[in-house]
């Protein structure tokens, strides 16, 4: 009986390290971003969390939206598999000065920065830069353009897609 309980026992811890030692699902992973509409992928410079501003701000505001809540979590949750720098990137379209645009960028990088270290993530991790719109992921010459462009972007420096969102499903 003690063998078998040992062995049942052994069994299980195997069980439940090959699960750990999968880790995340990417094809879940995938869905769970879609569903509080963030956009996670590899970069040059790290994994990059896009976050769009219809998700975090109103217009014209650096304070976040009460429903932004669960796109935050989420970015949190992806976050914490890793232990290296973040830099929080705010972005905005080109109405207006950019003057204006600088500062609004900046102060919405800070908001969300000081969300992800409210949520858990390590102040001494996370830095903040504002680039207004002068780096757009879209033509400014649309109003489909200038939303993609308002956007918030967290970088995690260095870091790569499979530790953030697990590796890919094998496909027969």
Same mark, same amino acid.
């Given at each position: 009986m #003690?063998?078998? $309980?040992? $062995?049942?026992?052994c069994a299980l811890s195997i069980s $439940?390290?090959?699960?750990?030692?999968?880790?995340?699902?990417r094809d #879940?992973?995938? +869905?769970?971003?879609?569903?509080?509409?963030?956009?996670?992928?590899? !970069?040059?410079?790290? /994994?990059? /969390?896009?976050?769009p501003d219809r998700v975090l701000f109103d217009f014209d505001k650096s304070g976040l939206r @009460?429903?932004?809540?669960? &796109?935050?979590?989420? @970015? /949190?949750?992806? $976050? =914490?598999?890793? =232990? #290296?720098? *973040?830099?929080?990137?705010?972005? !905005?379209d080109d109405t207006g000065t950019h003057d204006y645009n600088q500062a609004l960028s900046e102060s919405r990088a800070q908001t969300v920065?000081? &969300?992800?270290e409210e949520r858990g993530i390590a102040s001494s991790r *996370?830095? !903040? #830069?504002?680039? +207004?719109?002068?780096?757009?992921?879209?033509?400014? @010459? !649309?109003?489909?353009g200038q939303a993609k462009n308002r956007r918030t972007e967290i *970088?995690?420096?260095g870091e790569s897609l499979d530790a953030i969102m697990g590796k890919p499903a094998k496909r027969n």
């Open positions: #003690k063998q078998f $309980l040992s $062995l049942t026992a $439940l390290l090959s699960a750990c030692a999968t880790g995340p699902d #879940k992973e995938i +869905a769970l971003n879609q569903q509080v509409g963030i956009e996670v992928t590899q !970069t040059p410079e790290g /994994v990059q /969390v896009r976050l @009460a429903d932004s809540g669960p &796109a935050i979590q989420r @970015a /949190v949750v992806l $976050l =914490k598999r890793s =232990k #290296k720098s *973040v830099i929080v990137e705010g972005h !905005t920065a000081g &969300a992800l *996370v830095t !903040t #830069k504002g680039f +207004a719109y002068d780096r757009p992921a879209a033509s400014n @010459a !649309t109003p489909e *970088v995690v420096i």
